[in-house]
């Protein structure tokens, strides 16, 4: 390798990395603000899906959990300064990935609404999870009954036929779960506002 | 621009899409014809990504063929598809963000997609602008065209369904939707253009032996 070798290869790299880093910010500069505003809304629109009665700015968030170690939030949600409920983000370990939930419940903490915001399941079979028919079953559930059972059931939930480990784990390692803490931190703050 | 050149312009398009398919003669980026082609959508969306990346990568690399050093050739025609992916990753997640929401995972893998780096080797490196940029897009629309037609017996015969639209209300055969039914889909549909070819064209078959 000759000197102009070693300087042609400088000059190559040092053009491309220019003209690339160029055109890259060029890119992100006119696309970041949009994608940090679209993911914004459409984290509201997703919380306002499951408390579809509550005010428009009534939907506050309470604080930070980490359910399998990932962040995750939780709401509380308000209409004219009544409290009518709460949402919980939560985390399951599905199948083949983390399976990232939403679920709404009222004062009586009886689950109003559930979900999916993402997950990896087998296709065909878990991923059935993300449709209207297997979230409906979890309308008006409580505590007690939010438990998988295999044959057909009003009282607790049908697992999805074929995906009984995807399903189970939506409702007792996901909402049930995520119920479970979301009694004990409003314990814990209200110990706190009576001191 | 002169008949002559049209015409090579036509026939480099067609050769993308047929004779040097990527999937189905050349078979390379088997990957993502197995990853994303459970959907109709998925196989689409993929492939319109793919076939931008591909495009701008053979301009790129066909301009900047004379300047860049030979001994390090390859790294930069990375340098050059990963800046590219990235637009295609940035641009989608600012304007198409259903789309981004079911293939963006898949993206930012088209970096690795033996393909692209291939037809940058193969034939942008060689060749003038005009005919890097047909070639890219002959062969990204025959990335294109074969994924969809993947994904349209894997979604049909796995789901009952296409384009997230249901045709039966059955699942007539769910393992095309599972991975072993992406290979099954693959192996079949090229066992279908090997007999094809060698029947009516006297090719001989898959894998880069069938020079007409």
Same mark, same amino acid.
């Given at each position: 390798m000759t000197a102009k070798d070693i300087f042609k290869i400088t000059a190559n790299l040092v053009v491309i990395y220019v003209v690339g880093g160029l055109l890259l910010a060029f890119v992100y500069a006119k696309t970041s603000p949009i994608i940090f505003l679209k993911n914004k809304q459409e984290? $509201? $629109?997703?919380l306002q899906k499951m408390m579809p009665n509550a005010d428009k700015k009534g939907i506050i968030k309470l604080g930070d959990w980490y359910p399998h170690d990932k962040d995750a939030e939780y709401f509380v949600a308000k209409k004219d300064g009544k409290i009518i409920g709460y949402i919980v983000q939560t985390f399951a370990k599905g199948y083949s990935s983390y399976i990232n939930i939403l679920f709404s419940v009222g004062t009586d903490f009886r689950v109003k609404k559930i979900d999916i915001l993402h997950s990896a399941e087998t296709p065909g079979l878990g991923d059935e999870i993300t449709l209207p028919y297997f979230k409906k079953r979890f309308r008006g559930k409580d505590l007690a009954h939010l438990k998988v059972v295999k044959k057909p059931s009003k009282e607790y939930i049908e697992a999805v036929t074929g995906a009984t480990i995807s399903s189970r784990a939506v409702t007792e390692d996901g909402v049930r779960k995520g &119920? $479970?803490? &979301?009694?004990? !931190?409003?314990?814990k703050r209200e110990v706190k506002h009576e001191q | 621009m002169s008949n002559e050149d049209r015409i090579s312009n036509w026939q480099l398009i067609k050769n993308g899409i047929f004779k040097e398919n990527t999937i189905f003669r050349l078979v390379i980026s088997l990957c993502p014809s197995i990853a994303v082609t459970n959907s109709v959508k998925n196989g689409f969306l993929l492939g319109v990504a793919v076939l931008f990346v591909q495009t701008m990568v053979n301009t790129t690399v066909a301009i900047f063929r004379?300047?860049?050093h030979p001994k390090i050739r390859i790294p930069i025609f990375m340098l050059i598809i990963s800046g590219w992916v990235t637009v295609v990753d940035m641009v989608m997640a600012a304007y198409a963000r259903a789309a981004y929401k079911e293939i963006g995972l898949y993206i930012q893998i088209i970096v690795a997609f033996a393909s692209i780096l291939a037809r940058a080797e193969m034939f942008a490196s060689k060749n003038r602008v005009c005919n890097? /940029? /047909?070639?890219g897009l002959g062969s990204g629309l025959g990335f294109? &065209? !074969?994924l969809v037609l993947i994904s349209f017996f894997r979604e049909l015969l796995g789901r009952g369904s296409l384009w997230g639209f249901h045709i039966v209300q059955a699942k007539p055969m769910l393992i095309f939707i599972l991975p072993a039914g992406g290979f099954l889909a693959v192996? &079949?549909?090229? !066992? /279908?253009?090997?007999?094809?070819?060698m029947r009516f064209y006297g090719g001989k078959g898959a894998g880069g032996a069938s020079g007409h």
């Open positions: 984290k $509201e $629109e997703a &119920l $479970e803490f &979301l009694i004990k !931190a409003l314990k | 004379k300047f860049i890097a /940029f /047909f070639d294109l &065209l !074969a192996g &079949l549909l090229m !066992a /279908f253009f090997n007999w094809i070819d």
